[in-house]
């Protein structure tokens, strides 16, 4: 770098640090307080820039300030006080907030995608299994969310029998069966191979199927949802004692009230 | 001594409230031995210890198998699992097994 050139770069470096001054001085006074300016170069402006015209946007970002400070000092009271839970319905601005981010964290090549898989009963058979094994426990198997895991989340498992979810595109459900939610209890169940592509686009099918489903098909799911063997054990009790077993060895708790698995 | 009762009455109530269990399904089973109306009928236990069972419009009715029933399939005599909803008093799911007639 030569020496003219050096000289003019450096005076640049001035005449901007001579201007960010300006901007904080006129921050300083706005705010009211007595602090005394730092000592400074120079004032060196162009000649046609007005004072008035440095200190504006102090002003407008000193009540900015101000206001930010205002809402965090509420919010910081507000959860002090009452603290989070995650069974609090979320507020309309957060639902609002939280639809739109899920709608933009789909690309829209996804989002316009039609699904591959051709609808057939041997697609929807396989689109219910997955759902029984996978999904019931948030979603239930009729996919209303009202479950003991589905109502205790924030925000709540949504019912997908609803328009909310019809409405959306086959390439949303899939991208967000595949890549979840952020933020949500919804995990990406996507490993990016095809056999996981697969079972998404099944899912789809059976998800726009939610709306029409039969009680013999709850009742099939009903049957394949996963259990533990506790579980079973009480559902092998129950059938047994229903089938009019002997009622010395019934499944009768020994204080007529069992706690139920949860 | 004060800060030791204190700390000892925190603890006792941190535990209780633990053990609260509040909110929770459970399940009974036994014998139907009066229906008093469409919302309530009262079955016994194999310990013999009656109990009421309110219904409502969202309870559901179930066969052995899993199948839907009809709520008019209750009938007194038949065994019943009664899974209570969260509220601790109405019914959530109610499976209608075997009944008198069918032995």
Known sequence: MNGPESSKRLRQCHERYSQLLQFEVGLVHDRGTSIAPPARPEKKMDDD????????????????????????????MSTLRYGFS????????ESVVASMARHWSIPSSVRERKNPVALSR??????????????????????KGQTGMGKGMYPRTPDLTLPATQSLSD???FAIIENGVRMTGMPGFGDGTTASAEASWKLVHFIRHLPRLTPEELAAMERSNPKSSEDWEQLEREAAFLAGGDEASSPAPTNAVQPHHH | MKRFVAISAFLLLAATSLFAHAGHEHTYMGTVTVINNNTEFVLTTAEEQELTVQTTAETKWRRADGHAAAQSELVVGARVVVKMGKDGKSAAEIKIGSSPAAH
């Open chain 1, 122 to 143: 041997e697609v929807l058979a396989d689109g219910q299994a997955h759902f029984a094994d996978h999904c019931y426990l948030c979603h239930g198997n009729d996919g």
């Open chain 1, 49 to 76: 820039t007005p004072e008035s015209a440095v200190r504006r946007p102090g002003l407008g970002t000193g009540v900015v300030c101000a206001l930010l400070l205002v809402c965090l000092c509420i919010l910081t």
């Open chain 1, 86 to 93: 995650a069974r609090d319905k979320p507020t309309k601005i």
């Open chain 1, 171 to 173: 390439g949303e459900l």
